[in-house]
């Protein structure tokens, strides 16, 4: 019998889309003058997030040996060259994390990431928004553009205030809309009831072929984003998210050092207490913040998603010529 383990596991059309659309991507930045760059995926240091996990590698060097990471996102070193003066960049490139494989997920996917000097977060959403519309011509002609703040739909779909946590509202929701597992699963931890109820019950119906917008995320969830400056309770980030799919997380860029060495410490701490693997802050990115990092809002779009709507396919193993089982 003939071993056919060999062949691509998704079709040649869809391989030659995923040229063609990343040919339109470069041009598209081509056209606004943003440098292509590239940065290591293999790094001394990896990110803190608390619900991330990572891979990482011996790096076999007499006399010493190091622990190496593949990056779940180029963003630090990307804004290391930012801080240097890079200028608007962008990149594509593979990203890395461990203990995901799914509809949706495969440990290597692909990322497009980019960087907007002197850009508001609504000029950037508005840029995404552009290109995405580009890239999705062919199957949504008439796909419409829904900004809306994360309160707003969040209370849209729920009735629920997300940025004031109501023990006793949170869990009457819970009881009255099937999801009664929150209860225990969330306890009284805010951000899990928000994201919790979210992905089940909001997220679902960002529908209809609409681009959707989400931004003002609540400030405990700020990631690597400024807080508002003139709300408090919020971040300025956004999300994107199309057909119920999340395709991306955007952000007025952070460039507090002393502010992102202390969400760090916050983030390994959390780490600690839910016993997942620790790592170390990143001091190379810290410096480049601490030397400036220029105003500039950012962004990471999930291409192998954007293929998976593209071509109308169900899973991501359908647009990936190896997924994990095969690479």
């Given amino acids: 019998m003939t071993d ?158 997300a940025l004031e946590y109501n023990s006793k509202a949170y869990k009457d929701y819970a009881l009255k809309h099937d999801i009664p597992e929150a209860i225990h699963l969330c306890s009284e931890d805010h951000d899990l009831w928000l994201d919790f109820i979210f992905s089940h019950k909001i997220q679902p119906s960002l529908i209809n072929d609409q681009i959707y917008l989400i931004y003002g995320y609540p400030a405990s969830q700020a990631s690597l984003a400024r807080i508002n400056s003139n709300d408090a309770k919020v971040a300025d980030r956004f999300e994107v998210f199309i057909n119920g799919i999340e395709l991306g997380n955007g952000f007025f860029e952070l460039a507090d050092s002393i502010e992102q060495r202390q969400r760090f410490e916050a983030e390994i701490e959390v780490r600690k207490l839910n016993n997942r693997p620790l790592v170390e802050k990143d001091c190379r990115f810290l410096a480049a913040l601490n030397a400036g990092l220029p105003d500039c809002c950012g962004v990471a779009i999930g291409l192998d998603r954007l293929l998976m709507l593209l071509t109308s396919s169900v899973t991501i193993d359908e647009i990936l010529a190896f997924p994990i089982d095969r690479a």
């Fill in 4 to 161: 056919v383990l060999w062949q691509p596991s998704c079709e040649l059309k869809q391989l030659r889309q995923r040229g063609q659309m990343l040919a339109l991507i470069r041009q598209f930045f081509a056209d606004k003058n943003v440098l292509e760059v590239e940065t290591p995926l293999l790094c001394h240091s990896t990110g803190t997030e608390p619900q991330l996990d990572f891979f990482s590698s011996i790096y076999d060097c007499p006399p010493n040996k190091k622990i190496l990471f593949l990056q779940t996102s180029p963003e630090f070193a990307m804004k290391r060259l930012l801080a240097a003066g890079s200028g608007s960049i962008y990149q594509i490139c593979k990203a890395f994390r461990n203990n995901e494989q799914g509809r949706f997920h495969n440990p290597e996917f692909t990322l497009l990431e980019w960087y907007r000097l002197e850009f508001s977060l609504d000029q950037l959403m508005d840029e995404v928004a552009l290109l995405i519309k580009i890239l999705l011509i062919p199957i949504f002609p008439l796909i419409r553009i829904n900004k809306i703040s994360y309160a707003s739909v969040f209370f849209q779909k729920t009735a629920l205030n």
